[in-house]
């Protein structure tokens, strides 16, 4: 009775243990923590008409979806840029607003909104860095009309945070 007893507690201990599953990316090593730069907005922005458009602070909205995409993702601790292994920069290139589908009457009908920027990744360890993006893109679609519709300002959400999500893939599983 006791061997039994004793081999279900070693059952239970063992399904307690769990096999050490994580979702850390074992490649990382010792690096456990990112310092996210204010963006940069070196933007000029226009439309599909060449009309200039102005977004105010988009860079703002981009740095602090990115941090709250890291947050998230929890990979990698965002900290001060003192105590960083790694300092990602970043700059806003380009916004576009480009039509998709026109109606019969040739109105647009749905849009691609498309923010472009350049990014950095330094890592402080080694005085290096680990890789750069010239031409790293979030965009959205959105429909001006019917039960798919959504404003322009909530399309630029979306692609903000499309944007963050990539920027997070991107410095965490592609090492």
Not at 1 to 18: A, E, N, T, Y
Not at 128 to 152: C, I, N, P, Q, T
Request: hydrophobic share 40%; charged share 30%.
């Amino acid at each position: 009775m006791r061997k039994k007893i004793w081999l279900w507690g070693l059952v239970f201990c063992v399904i307690l243990s769990g096999c050490g599953y994580t979702t850390r990316s074992a490649s990382m090593g010792s690096l456990r923590t990112i310092h996210i730069q204010d963006f940069k907005n070196e933007i000029s922005y226009t439309d599909e008409g060449g009309k200039n458009i102005y977004i105010p602070l988009l860079e703002l909205e981009v740095t602090n979806a990115v941090i709250d995409r890291f947050l998230f993702d929890g990979n990698l601790k965002v900290v001060q840029k003192e105590q960083a292994d790694l300092i990602l920069s970043g700059k806003l290139l380009s916004y576009r607003r480009d039509v998709l589908r026109y109606t019969d009457d040739e109105d647009a009908w749905e849009y691609r909104i498309s923010i472009t920027v350049s990014l950095v990744l330094w890592n402080t360890k080694k005085q290096e860095m680990e890789w750069s993006e010239r031409s790293f893109v979030g965009d959205a679609e959105y429909f001006v009309s019917g039960s798919l519709a959504k404003s322009e300002e909530a399309a630029i959400d979306d692609a903000v945070l499309d944007l963050a999500r990539r920027i997070v893939e991107r410095t965490v599983e592609n090492w």
